[in-house]
């Protein structure tokens, strides 16, 4: 056998080292683990990802007219606004435009039992006058987005009558002697009754007194629900609807002073769409069998 030189040799162990070498760093880990651990890094946050759902998507909002009709009319001063709604709906603003002006109206905050959002809207309250008047409604989601107005509008014919005069007053503005025993007495007649309504008031005298009997004896002729039969009242001054009083006048002759022409004076309200009862300015009391 031929013997290898020894230089020959150290040139293959130097060969030999550095194969293994190049195969130790192929096949181990290193020290601080850097492939393995990228592996494991991308692994995680690949099944993070796939296990962490998405945020749920708000359900669109859709919302409809359910109350008034379009076109309706409108004869009480309380309306009921409703609307159908399906999504996240958290509440529902109603609005009324009236003379160019647009005012909140009422505002449903949960779905009634026939799961409609509804609210009353006291149009008189609002000083809301009669005639056209349009209402439309936003919704609000849950995660407070508005939708604006979801339906349009609706618009009504608000053919109320006025409300009654209130308020009443009656005072005595002066007496002036017009002759030996005569004289010139005057009153001033004042009531309340809210703008936009009253196209005219009329006020009357009321000629009888009907509640005249024993019973009645001190108490006034005329009490809030006394029926005023037909023909006992007569009017004696009419005025526009926006006047606020008037002055009642009469002339008192004799020596002594008497109940004057009428036993009680009245004032009513009145539009296109009707007039209102009689607010009563002034009642003379029940005199059981007086004599003047």
């Known amino acids: 056998m031929r013997r290898l ?34 592996t494991l890094n991308v692994a995680a946050s690949a099944g993070a990802s796939a296990g962490t759902p998405a945020p749920p998507t708000p359900d669109a909002t859709v919302a409809s007219w359910a109350s008034p009709k379009t076109n309706a009319t409108v004869k009480t001063y309380r309306v009921k606004l409703s609307a159908t709604a399906t999504g996240s709906v958290a509440r529902i603003d109603y609005v009324v435009i009236s003379s160019g002006k647009s005012r909140a109206a009422c505002v449903a905050r949960r779905p009634d039992a026939a799961d409609n959002w509804t609210c009353t809207a006291d149009l008189l309250k609002l000083g809301v006058v ?7 409604f936003d919704a609000t989601d849950a995660a407070g987005a508005v939708t604006s107005p979801p339906d349009g509008t609706r618009t009504v014919t608000y053919a109320v009558p006025p409300p009654a005069p209130s308020g009443a007053t009656y005072k005595l503005v002066r007496e002036t002697m017009t002759g030996p025993y005569s004289k010139l007495i005057e009153y001033r ?5 809210p703008a936009g309504y009253a196209t005219k008031f009329r006020v009357f005298g009321m000629i009888p007194c009907p509640r005249y009997s024993d019973a009645n004896n001190g108490q006034p002729c005329v009490v809030s629900g006394t029926k005023i039969p037909s023909g006992a009242v007569k009017v004696i001054a009419t005025l526009d609807g926006t006047k606020r009083s008037t002055v009642i006048s009469w002339r008192e002759e004799g020596e002594l002073p008497g109940p004057g022409p009428y036993s009680a004076y009245l004032v009513r309200a009145s539009n296109q769409y009707g007039s209102s009862t009689y607010t009563i300015l002034w009642s003379a009391t029940v005199c059981w069998q007086c004599v003047y």
């Open 5 to 38: 030189s020894r230089s020959t040799q150290l040139a293959g162990l130097v060969l030999c080292g550095a194969v293994l070498a190049a195969c130790g760093s192929a096949s181990s880990p290193s020290a601080s683990g850097g492939t393995a651990s990228a």
């Open 130 to 136: 009669p005639g056209k008047v349009t209402f439309s």
């Open 189 to 193: 007649a004042t009531w309340v009754e």
